[in-house]
């Protein structure tokens, strides 16, 4: 089996291609490298069955031979890199999908999108089930990233309509663990990194949002699953354990021991739209995907605070 891998260099994308390579695929990764590293995929160069190209994919995408998979997960993904690459974010969401679904289709591949709990917006249903539609604001700071994976969904569906390629879309929800950047934007890594530093740890608002997270191993688990599943319209994959952004706060600052205090600031423009809860609905993947999370949040963050105390050299 080969299987590529576009953003293969990201977060996530590095963990597919650890997961594909384990299960006996050659693996072909694809990263222009704008908020990936090299250093998430720096442990397999060298592998006979890895192999990767430094390209934009929202140019043409050539593979030589066969490919029997394409999972498409390039895109900025956390707040501070779409707002600092919109352009680019749409365009990965836009014409990125077009040239990887066009590879899948010149392959006659299976295809499976990355898409996010970011379509539902700030919802008005609770927790968030496959089939609402969601409350998006389209010109909002947050709307390049909102709408470039609601058009990636409806692009994929097109194709699975109007071409009839085997398609997949998978809406992830709050994921972390190892090889999240430092400097990503996001709470998980901003709380941890303040707190091993001794500083205030700045939550915006009140704290009393809510978010539901992932660890990285279950996250990957339920892709497969849904790969091998027969399953064309968006599955929900993430943990149902919901917990505010204060009380995740007050988590990582009781694990690292840590003397930081909670200190509240005014929500910045950017983050007007910032939902206030989200909390996925996983029925549908628990019945047809027979998964569901395994690993408990705190165990979770230990895993996730080892390798982090590595990176800023603290180990």
């Known amino acids: 089996m080969r299987t590529v891998v576009?953003?293969?260099?990201?977060?996530l994308g590095s963990h597919l291609v650890d997961a594909f390579l384990a299960r006996g695929h050659e693996v072909i990764g694809i990263d222009n490298v704008l908020t990936g590293s090299i250093d998430n995929i720096a442990h397999l160069f060298g592998q006979?069955?890895?192999?990767?190209?430094?390209h934009d994919v929202t140019n043409y995408i050539y593979i030589e031979g066969e490919v029997?998979?394409?999972?498409?997960?390039?895109?900025?993904?956390?707040?501070?890199d779409y707002l600092h690459f919109p352009i680019q974010t749409l365009k990965v969401?836009?014409?990125?999908?077009h040239k990887a679904l066009g590879l899948a289709k010149a392959k006659k591949a299976k295809f499976l999108l990355a898409s996010t709990s970011e379509v539902y917006g700030d919802p008005l249903v609770h927790p968030q089930h496959e089939d609402y539609w969601g409350n998006v604001n389209p010109v909002g700071y947050r709307g390049v990233y909102d709408e470039a994976k609601?058009?990636?969904?409806?692009?994929?569906?097109?194709?699975?309509?109007?071409?009839g390629l085997d398609t997949r879309i998978v809406r992830i929800f709050n994921t972390f663990g190892p090889r999240m950047r430092i400097n990503d934007g996001r709470a998980l890594p901003n709380f941890f990194c303040q707190a091993l530093r001794g500083d205030d740890i700045t939550v915006f608002g009140d704290g009393s949002q809510t978010r539901s997270f992932c660890y990285v191993d279950d996250l990957v688990d339920g892709i497969c699953r849904l790969l091998d599943a027969e399953e064309h319209l968006p599955v929900n994959v993430g943990n149902p354990a919901e917990i505010t952004v204060r009380q995740l706060a007050q988590e990582i600052i009781e694990l690292t021991g840590s003397s930081s205090r909670i200190v509240c600031q005014p929500l910045p423009e950017s983050y007007r739209d910032d939902p206030r809860t989200r909390r996925p609905d996983i029925s549908k993947a628990r019945r047809i995907l027979g998964w569901e999370p395994r690993v408990d949040r705190r165990e979770g963050l230990r895993l996730t605070l080892e390798y982090l105390r590595k990176r800023l050299g603290l180990a």
Not at 6 to 11: E, I, K, L, N
Not at 48 to 54: K, V
Not at 93 to 97: A, D, V
């Open 6 to 11: 576009t953003g293969a260099a990201g977060f």
């Open 68 to 80: 029997h998979n394409v999972l498409h997960f390039a895109s900025p993904a956390s707040p501070v």
């Open 48 to 54: 006979p069955h890895f192999s990767f190209f430094q």
């Open 150 to 163: 609601r058009f990636a969904e409806a692009m994929t569906m097109a194709y699975h309509r109007y071409h």
């Open 93 to 97: 969401g836009s014409l990125g999908t």
